[in-house]
C-alpha cells in the first residue's frame, strides 16, 4: 500500500487561491470594516439620524429604503466607520443649508427659515 505524500503549503495556498474570486481582497476588506473596525456607538447612531432630521433609526431606515433588519441592527450595534462618515457629511450638508437659510432670512425676512422647516428640510 503506497501512502500519498502531503501535499506542501504553498502548493496548496496557490491551489485555494485559485479558486477563490478575483475579488478576494474586496471580501476581506468589507470582512474588516464591518467585523474588526470600531463601530459608531449605538447612541451616537440615534444623534446622527436625529441630526438628520428623523426621530430615530427606524425613520431614517424607512425614508431611505432601507430594510427594517438593518435599523433594528444599527440601534443594537451602532455603524460601520464608512457609514459614520457618510452621515456626518449629510448632517454637515443639512446645517450648511440651515446656515445660508438664516443669513438669507437675516437680510430678506422673506420667511424661508419657516418653509424650509415645516418641510423638515432644516
Known sequence: MH????????SAVG???????????LIVQRFQDHALDPRSSPSET???VRALGYRDVAAFCAAAGLPA???E???RF???TEMRQVLMLMASHRRAVADAVEEFEAATHAGLDD???ERGLI
Open 3 to 10: 501512502a500519498e505524500k502531503p501535499e506542501s503549503l504553498p
Open 115 to 117: 418653509f424650509m422647516a
Open 69 to 71: 433588519h438593518l435599523a
Open 15 to 25: 491551489r485555494t487561491l485559485g479558486r477563490v474570486p478575483a475579488d478576494v481582497r
Open 46 to 48: 440615534v444623534e446622527l
Open 78 to 80: 451602532g455603524i460601520s
Open 73 to 75: 441592527r444599527w440601534v
